[in-house]
């Protein structure tokens, strides 16, 4: 009898062991699941973080080119300036040489007046000098003789 009271005193001993070892497989496989959620939570958070900073990038990205075009623009219209103000300078020394051009031609005009006043004013002296030489022969002709 005392063999047969060690088997069935076994038994129980052996069924509390399978539950135990049921409840502790039960708690594992509860707190792998739970870590499980808890990873997929972190996962679905580092996910959305990825994703916001992705879209926060893109922003960067599409203010950068933003300002690169702008840069170009600005660029550009300096160019645009700088052909200007080059133009705006070969314009003024044309201007520049016209006037000078224009002081000579002045120049010239107010001397060939003054050589043409001066020729003028010794006409009129020879026409004046005729005149009197004129004016005296006529008041020698109409003298009468003494003789």
Known sequence: MADTNRG???KPLEAEQTRD?????D??????????EERRVVDEAAWGEAEQLRRLAEE???????????????RQERE???HAAEEARGAAEQARAAAEDARHA???AVRATAET???TIEQMKFVEEMRRACHDIKGIANKPDSN
Do not use: F, N, P
């Open 117 to 119: 006043l001066s020729a």
């Open 106 to 108: 002045t120049v010239d």
């Open 60 to 74: 960067a990205r599409v203010i950068h080119e933003q300002h690169r075009e702008e840069l170009e623009q600005i």
């Open 80 to 82: 645009g300036a700088r």
């Open 27 to 36: 708690r594992v496989g509860e707190h792998d699941r739970r870590l499980t």
């Open 8 to 10: 069935y005193g076994q």
């Open 21 to 25: 070892k049921a409840k502790g497989e």
